[in-house]
């Protein structure tokens, strides 16, 4: 077997292996809807005792959006799909999205990581929500320095008007790992 048929053969299987992934658990809608919330519930929780401060960043922002994502990565390609809900602050509207990841890296395993996206603009969250978003352009984001007086500190900046705290297992991750990730609407949740 030549190196691109494999490459795509084993795309192919993390597909299928992620494909379980794509929504939040529920026998019906307001099941999965009761799912996503109480991720977000669990996934804000966890972010607040990390990092205090984001209580207060999240309040005063235009909305936030909360995602669960799996990734695999097996032999030289990884791929991640997942879920996440979008909370408009200023009306209390929930936005059910979907979102997969795709790319190249040697490496065996999967991984499970949230991320609080944060919008300070209202146009770049109405961009998020109604158009998706292709993060394939974001993959050096950074997190600011503290010590420079920004609102943000411990939030990466990853698009104008767009902040991200990542969660793994260790705590905030201090660089994005969301390039090649690709976010859209859940039309049957938001129906």
């Known amino acids: 077997m030549t190196r691109f048929p494999m490459k ?20 019906s809608n307001a099941a999965k809807r009761q799912s996503a919330g109480q991720m977000r519930s669990d996934t804000l929780s966890k972010l607040y005792q ?14 936030y959006g909360v995602f669960n994502n799996v990734g695999v990565n097996l032999l030289v390609v990884s791929a991640g799909n997942g879920w996440g809900i979008v909370r408009n602050n200023r009306t209390g509207k929930d936005v059910y999205m979907k979102m997969v990841s795709a790319g190249l890296g040697i490496g065996l395993g999967a991984k499970e990581f949230r991320g609080v996206f944060v919008f300070t603009a209202p146009e770049a969250m109405r961009r998020f929500t109604d158009k998706g978003w292709d ?18 500190t411990g939030a ?11 969660l793994t297992e260790r705590g905030l991750a201090l660089q994005a790992t969301i390039q090649g990730t690709k976010y859209w609407r859940d039309e049957d949740l938001n129906s």
Do not use: F, W
């Open 8 to 27: 795509t053969a084993l795309a192919g299987l993390l597909i299928v292996l992620l494909s379980g992934c794509m929504s939040p658990q529920g026998a």
């Open 135 to 152: 993060a394939s352009a974001q993959a050096d984001a950074t997190a600011k320095d503290g010590k420079k007086g920004r609102e943000y």
């Open 50 to 63: 990390i990092h205090p401060q984001a209580r207060k960043q999240i309040a005063n922002s235009v909305g």
């Open 156 to 166: 990466i900046d990853i698009a104008p008007g767009i902040k991200l705290y990542q």
